[in-house]
């Protein structure tokens, strides 16, 4: 089975986290002593040049993952249409993590309903240009029926366990054998901590199944201390 991944959207050591990350380096370096994924966030308000990406990734031991968020420009703006270039120029950025870059997240807007033709076309664009895992985090209803597994399905995409759950009620569908989950925080998104018995089913869900899980209720450092649990968890079992 995959080797189970666990970070943060981010890489902020916080001031109680601080003593679980001891050492010498940037926070980066830090925090890849102990987590083995990331997801990079900042790309999906601004480029950042190769340079920086392959910074990023010499930084790192050579079993840590990031994950890349999508940029806006062509999720919310260009909402999937007429992406060539900017997936271009994205792919020529992001690229130059090399071997570390283990995912794409691609997140669309709550207002963008599926329309096949376009989805379909935009995920073959985008699997031409990158090996690695990608992931969709859709948030219209219309992306949780049957037509749009199948298109995901067909195009190795895997769909987004979110929380709070976002689209149409009903159980979690995969899309892939490799789940991605992003923990936004709940109640209140992106602040709120999970306590020990929610930490505890996603454990006990990540037993049965490959994937990765990215906590993104990092506005009060939640994040940080939730994925130090989880992985406590993990290694316990």
Request: charged share 20%.
């Amino acid at each position: 089975m995959t080797e189970t991944r666990i970070g943060c959207a981010g890489w902020n050591i916080s001031r109680e986290a601080a003593p679980s990350f001891a050492g010498a380096g940037s926070h980066l370096q830090r925090y890849a002593g102990v987590l083995n994924a990331v997801e990079i966030n900042s790309s999906f308000y601004r480029p950042h040049q190769p340079q920086t990406y392959a910074r990023w990734a010499d930084s790192v031991p050579d079993d840590f993952r990031f994950a890349v968020k999508l940029p806006r420009t062509i999720t919310h703006d260009q909402r999937l249409l007429e992406a060539g270039a900017l997936l271009d120029q994205f792919a020529a950025q992001a690229g130059a993590l090399g071997g570390k870059l283990g995912c794409v997240l691609v997140q669309l807007p709550p207002s963008l309903r599926l329309d096949t033709a376009v989805a379909d076309l935009f995920m073959r664009q985008l699997r031409q240009r990158f090996n690695c895992m990608l992931a969709c985090e859709a948030r219209h209803g219309s992306w949780f029926g049957d037509e749009a597994s199948a298109l995901l399905r067909g195009q190795r995409i895997s769909r987004v366990i979110a929380d709070p759950p976002v689209g149409q009620p009903g159980p979690y569908v995969a899309t892939t054998d490799e789940a991605y989950i992003r923990l936004h925080g709940s109640p209140r998104m992106y602040f709120s901590a999970y306590d020990q018995a929610y930490l505890q089913s996603v454990a006990d869900w990540l037993r049965d199944h490959a994937g990765w899980c990215i906590f993104d209720n990092t506005a009060s450092g939640a994040a940080i201390l939730n994925a130090l649990q989880l992985q406590k968890m993990q290694h316990s079992r």
